[in-house]
């Protein structure tokens, strides 16, 4: 270190709080730790130049009196030997240490069982969850297969509908087909002016289809039942579907030919006999061989 | 036959402090009588204000006793460690304070303060040999270098404020600090060896 080094500004600051004055840094140097000795020492001289003041006897009695009223130093800070601190502390920490394995392994335990317990309740809890998501799982399941014999059977359903339809449309629209219109007559013409059928005669196809329009529905244990007229009495050809068909087909099976002279619908008791007594709703006249 | 102890005036400063680190309270009475008149002056010379300047030295005392048991003779002497806890106190309450006057002439110093005397401890001889080398030592110095010094020190002022208060060169403050403190030291190695 050089007198350059000397750098009393710094000095001065770092003795400006009491802590530095306990504790001057020395910086593990030596040789810096004695040149700062000189320069707080100088700087303790720098008083020396002043002129003393006695102070007043009072002060002096005042202070003992303070100290006295604080207590020792010692009571204050009590001076112990570092081997006793050890000592101590290694006693201590023995014990401590004893006391805290014995408190380390009690929470272990208890931190064990209460994991298993918390695991044991989890799964229970899980496998409870797994057998209702189960028991959910084959009733939806079930339901499922219920719906789905359902839709199987609707679907079965409408396909015979569709199939039908087209039969009946395949037949509407063959070549050579004879159409014979069916007006409302009788009370009918009054209370069902706007109703009408139609009869598709396909001799080719040897078939016949019979299509209503706007007709009411037929009353509870009533049905609309269709009449082929001939020279010898009217020949039962069928029930009409109920609403909203209103319709009834032929295939030539089992069927006769016979010389038609009209057709008609009749409002019947249902599964009556096969004579006509119900009043007729709609009326054709047409001559036509009926297959 | 046991012999007496001897008195306490005869004790070095650290071994009164370590009296004192064992709550005796004649100890630090000793050292009161031994070391109270320089703080007192130093304390009137920061504050310029005569009771202030006491509480400093009792509130240095009771520090003192407090800290004595942590006390480092390695660090620093007796002296110096008083003397730098009285100027850190006194310089803390000249900063609140904020006093602008710090001259001892407005505050009209009791003419009646003298240096005491009484007593024949070594240390007292001392320190009556100290301040006077230390005196004449300071007289020595330029104006200049002694004027930054007694700002700084006794003012509590940094170099900066040294340099802004006297329209000095901030470079110049330094190096007439520097100067000064280097001077001192050297002329003064006797006294400082003697504290070590």
């Not at chain 1, 002043?50 to 009196?65: D, I, K, S, T, Y």
């Not at chain 1, 408190?103 to 797994?130: D, H, K, N, Q």
Request: glycine fraction near 8%; hydrophobic fraction near 45%.
């Amino acid at each position: 270190m050089t007198e350059e080094d000397f750098d009393p500004t710094g000095l001065l600051a770092l003795l400006d709080g009491e802590e530095s004055l306990a504790s001057p840094p020395a910086m593990g140097d030596p040789e810096l730790a004695t040149q700062r000795r000189l320069e707080v020492e100088t700087l303790g001289l720098l008083a020396f130049g002043l002129e003393p003041v006695a102070p007043r006897p009072a002060a002096r009695a005042r202070l003992l009196a303070e100290v006295a009223s604080i207590g020792a130093p010692a009571e204050l800070a009590p001076v112990v030997s570092l081997a006793a601190v050890r000592g101590e502390r290694t006693g201590a920490a023995a014990g401590l240490a004893r006391g805290w394995g014995l408190a380390a392994a009690v929470v272990l335990g208890v931190v064990g069982l209460g994991g298993a317990a918390w695991s044991f309740y989890e799964r229970s809890r899980f496998a409870e969850e797994l057998a209702q998501m189960r028991r959910e799982q084959e009733v939806l399941i079930a339901t499922l297969q219920e719906r789905d014999q359902q839709l199987a059977a609707e679907r079965e359903v409408r396909q015979g509908e569709l199939g039908r339809r087209n039969q009946a449309l395949q037949l509407v629209s063959t070549r050579g087909v004879e159409v014979c219109p069916l007006r409302p007559v009788g009370a009918a013409a009054t209370l069902q002016p706007e109703a009408f059928a139609v009869l598709y005669m396909a001799p080719a196809q040897k078939s016949w289809y019979v299509k209503a329009s706007q007709l009411d529905p037929a009353p509870a244990g009533r049905a609309y039942r269709v009449w082929f007229e001939t020279d010898n009495g009217p020949v039962f050809a069928g029930d009409l579907r109920p609403a909203p068909d209103f319709d009834l087909q032929f295939e030539a099976a089992g069927f006769r030919s016979l010389a038609m002279k009209g057709v008609k619908i009749t409002l019947e008791p249902a599964g009556s006999g096969l004579e006509p007594t119900g009043p007729s709703v709609l009326f054709g006249a047409d001559k036509m061989t009926v297959l | 036959m046991v012999s007496p102890a001897p008195p306490l005036a005869s004790w070095s400063d650290y071994a009164l402090v370590q009296a004192v680190a064992a709550g005796d309270g004649d100890a630090l009475g000793e050292l009161y009588d031994r070391f109270s008149p320089l703080l007192l002056a130093l304390g009137r010379r920061i504050l310029a204000d005569a009771e202030e300047a006491e509480d400093v030295v009792q509130e240095t005392f009771v520090h003192l006793w407090r800290r004595a048991t942590s006390y480092d003779p390695q660090k620093s002497s007796v002296s110096t460690f008083l003397v730098l806890v009285t100027r850190s106190r006194a310089i803390d309450r000249l900063r609140t304070r904020q006093v602008i006057d710090r001259t001892l002439g407005q505050v009209g110093l009791e003419p009646s303060a003298t240096l005491d005397t009484s007593g024949d401890g070594v240390s007292r001889v001392l320190n009556l040999e100290r301040r006077e080398r230390v005196r004449q030592e300071l007289a020595t110095l330029p104006d200049e270098q002694r004027q930054v010094l007694d700002l700084a020190f006794f003012d509590g002022l940094t170099q900066r404020e040294i340099a802004e208060r006297t329209g000095i060169p901030l470079g110049t403050v330094k190096t007439r600090t520097l100067l000064a403190m280097r001077k001192l030291r050297t002329v003064l190695r006797l006294e400082i060896r003697e504290l070590l």
